[in-house]
């Protein structure tokens, strides 16, 4: 345990013996980000089918360094690995666990397994890897979930945990595909849709919209990437960039305007080509798939949104964000769709405040999609995701059923995050028949909130919105469910003639934790209605019911070293042991048998010794 100044003092008499492992990765890892923003800390990762993930962290720093997760971003209940190498050579490395905002203590079983470790005149590269699931209830697990990480280091090798830098960041590990894995095509071309020196509203919320024509090619052409473009110094004022392509007999109008304003036209066109919001980065689609341009069934225009949240009404913003396309002539087997799916945002949706947890459900029903689509809708192979919500979101799943039965949890994020919304691909495709039913769950916590939060466009309003990419694409862009809105104010002990008396009558309920629970109950037990829509803003209803989800059953835990824990690694794990030189490494750890055993067992009379350590 760490937590007085005294006992740090001995931290390096008592550091935790390193032994590097003689494996290392067989293949570059794929996947890598910068932690903070001062690209002080870089992280490398990939995972393999055992279910074990190895990092590479490399830090500038030659003091000690720092690396793990949290449940919530808060530092109790933390979970890290703490390392380095000493002016002399000497290595040291363990696994720790946070207790509170003063006391950090090492785990008794090890977990993570260090690989190799590095230092020169101005950084510290750590490899080392673990287990998804360990068996040390301690230790944070990693899942298909945004993860929140912690890493840190400090000037020199006298490790102040708490007082060294603390960086903390949300990022998803579980990537299948890097682009340097895809195709790139030998002939591209760029083209930016992006607004034109637009200037940002004092408000808290805008929406702005204009229409813009994709580029003119004489034939058929594939998009396979897209990229945000965010004005510099707007990054935390741009929450969403959407590009939504147009039906081609559709009448737009010229300029920028509000997308959900006074004029209705600003809102044409529903069909999602592709999106960015915070926290995202580019997406290549996969190597059998794109965006088609250039043939006559094929939309010439698309309306570009940015959502701008101007929280601080900071003054003179001028923007010119929007998305880069990248096409090409070199042509993919399929071409892509994207299907919107979850909550209708408006005007039915509702959340009630001082709720802890409470789920939302948007059914789609996709029993009419042949009939809609004006011919035999073909096999979807889903491929990628995007999930989004607002503020209150805490968690959000996909859930596939056929024939009444469910087939699988499709996506999932239960440590979803505002902060990070982005493209995510598959693990592998995923069949959708025309049938199916496609159930998306939002879970909100709203114990800050005094009133109800309603479904809209605001980031103060919430949504619940699943967006599939798939191929081959068909006439379909949207399928949304909510619930009838009357019946859940009847079992509220309200009444209603229409929806519109419907949610007026919501606000009239008494809102704690029991009408919280029943509101719950009675939105997801409600008849369900469900709104499909076409690219051409052709719309037809359907009804249908929510059913239970059955929960995955989590990952059996691994013990990286092979075995349970005795009484003897127990002891070594929680009493530190003496470091160990990376020059002539076996002769070392001969040589240093006999301290180990003093460690072991004369730990505890340091204590009896030193009184000020306790």
Known sequence: MMSHPCMKSLLFLLSTLCLCSSHSSSRPLRFSAYLDPMQQVHLQWDHDSKEMITFELHVQSTGWVAFGFTTHGELPGGDVVIGGVLPDGNMYFSDWHIVDEETIVEDESQDYEVLSMTEDETSTTITFRRYFQTCDPHDQPITGD???????????????????????????????????????????????LKLDDFPIPEEDTTYACTFIPLPRVKTKHHIYKFEPIVTPRNETIVHHILVYACGNASVLPPGVGECYGADPDFALCSQIVVGWAVGGGSYMFPDETAISIGTPRDFQWVRLEVHFSNFNSIPGLIDNSGIRLYYTPE????????????????????????????????????????????????????????LHTHLAGRGMRGVQYRDGKQLRILCEDNKYSFNLQETRDLKE????????????????????????????????????????????????????????????????????????????????????????????????????????????????????????IIDTEPL?????????????????????????????????????????????????????IFPCML
């Open 146 to 192: 945004t993860l929140r990480l912690i890493s840190g280091f400090g000037p020199n090798d006298t490790i102040d945990f708490f007082k060294g830098k603390i960086i903390k960041k949300s990022l998803y590990l579980m990537l299948y595909h890097s682009e340097a894995e895809l195709n790139t095509p030998s002939v591209y071309y760029i083209y930016d």
């Open 331 to 386: 042509l993919r087997p399929y071409d892509m769709g994207v299907l919107q799916t979850g909550y209708y945002t408006f005007p039915i949706h509702f959340i009630p405040p001082g709720a802890e947890s409470y789920n939302s459900y948007g059914l789609c029903n996709t029993s009419q999609f042949e009939e809609l689509n004006g011919m035999p809708v073909p096999d979807m192979h889903v491929f990628g995701f995007l």
């Open 429 to 548: 495709l995923i069949t959708f028949k025309a049938g199916d039913e496609f159930l998306v769950e939002c879970r909100y916590e709203t114990l800050d909130r005094t009133s109800l939060t309603f479904g809209g466009p605001s980031t103060l309003n919430e949504m619940c919105l699943a967006f599939l990419f798939y191929y081959p694409r068909n006439n379909i862009s949207s399928c949304m469910g909510y619930a009838n809105i009357q019946d859940v104010a009847q079992e509220l002990g309200q009444t209603a003639a229409d929806p519109m008396e419907g949610m007026m009558a919501i606000n009239l309920v008494d809102w704690n934790n029991d009408t919280t629970k029943q509101a719950e109950k009675a939105c997801k037990e409600a008849e369900q209605i469900v709104i499909i829509k076409t690219i051409d803003e052709v719309i037809v209803n359907e009804t249908g019911f929510i059913r239970d």
């Open 556 to 608: 059996p835990c691994k013990r990286i070293f092979g075995s349970e824990p005795t009484a003897e690694t127990e002891g070594q794990a929680k009493f530190p042991a003496v470091m160990m030189s990376s020059s002539a490494p076996d002769t070392k750890a001969t040589l240093l048998l006999p301290v180990l055993l003093f460690v072991h067992f004369g730990f505890p009379w340091l204590f009896t």
